[in-house]
């Protein structure tokens, strides 16, 4: 079957400006995690969904990062007011059920540039 | 709080030598361990991973890990490596109890295989 999808694959946006990032998550997987990725380190935990709630958002920087998944399905990570510190890769995972023993499905990452 | 060390940020190795990609851990509670690879142009993808009982786990192509608690560490070994092995590897350890089970990743090795 499909995998977990993300798009864009690629925003360029300008500094101050508001971007959207969408995950499409494996079919029937409960628990969503973002990423973000900087050049040269390790994946770095955001936030977690699971079904439509967030579970746990302890990762996410500041009050300009925000994540939504209404419908428990898709979810769209949305970053206000840009800033250059911004540009790295952000990666979607999901799960089936979000316990410790789950295997994460990644998805190929948004890769985000602010000028 | 868990932390993740990996001590080599690129390996170098010619085709069909042994490789060993290094990994500590520090947490203060139990763990799962965790190996992903990012092929070029890729997602990540779970290479293998330790949950509990036999300390020595195996992927499907060659690779093995071992957990070692009293070194608090998960090294990565393959006897013979290909030049399709090329890829970034990156460690993760999560709690095994508590019910947050997020992830933490190591900055990642890259390893390369030469002809």
């Known amino acids: 079957g499909a995998g977990v999808s993300q798009t864009p694959s690629n925003k360029v946006t300008e500094k101050g400006k508001y971007v959207e990032l969408r995950c499409d998550p494996i079919s029937g997987h409960t628990a969503l995690y973002w990423y973000r990725q900087s050049l040269g380190q390790g994946p770095e935990f955001l936030i977690y969904?699971?079904?439509?709630?967030?579970?746990?958002d302890s990762g996410l920087p500041n009050d300009r990062f925000f994540a939504v998944r209404p419908e428990g399905s898709v979810s769209t990570l949305k970053i206000q007011r840009t800033e250059r510190g911004d540009s790295a890769v952000y990666l979607c995972?999901?799960?089936?059920?979000?316990?410790?023993?789950?295997?994460?499905?990644f998805g190929p990452g948004t890769r985000l540039t602010v000028l | 709080a868990q932390s993740v060390t990996q001590l080599d940020s690129q390996v170098p190795v010619f085709e069909e030598a042994p490789v060993e990609l290094r990994c500590n851990y520090s947490?203060?509670?139990?763990?799962?361990l965790f190996w992903y690879v990012q092929y070029p142009n890729q997602g990540l993808q779970l290479l293998l991973k330790?949950?509990?009982?036999?300390?020595l786990v195996e992927s499907i192509n060659g690779f093995e890990a071992e957990f070692n608690k009293s070194q608090t560490s998960f090294h990565l070994r393959k006897p013979s490596v290909h030049i399709s092995d090329t890829a970034e590897y990156f460690c993760?350890?999560?709690?095994?109890?508590?019910?947050?089970?997020?992830?933490?990743f190591g900055r990642g090795t890259s390893l390369i295989v030469h002809p």
């Open positions: 330790y949950l509990s009982g036999s300390t």
């Open positions: 995972a999901s799960s089936a059920s979000g316990t410790g023993t789950d295997t994460q499905y």
């Open positions: 947490s203060s509670v139990s763990v799962y």
């Open positions: 993760a350890v999560s709690p095994a109890s508590g019910g947050s089970y997020i992830p933490t």
């Open positions: 969904f699971q079904g439509t709630g967030a579970a746990d």
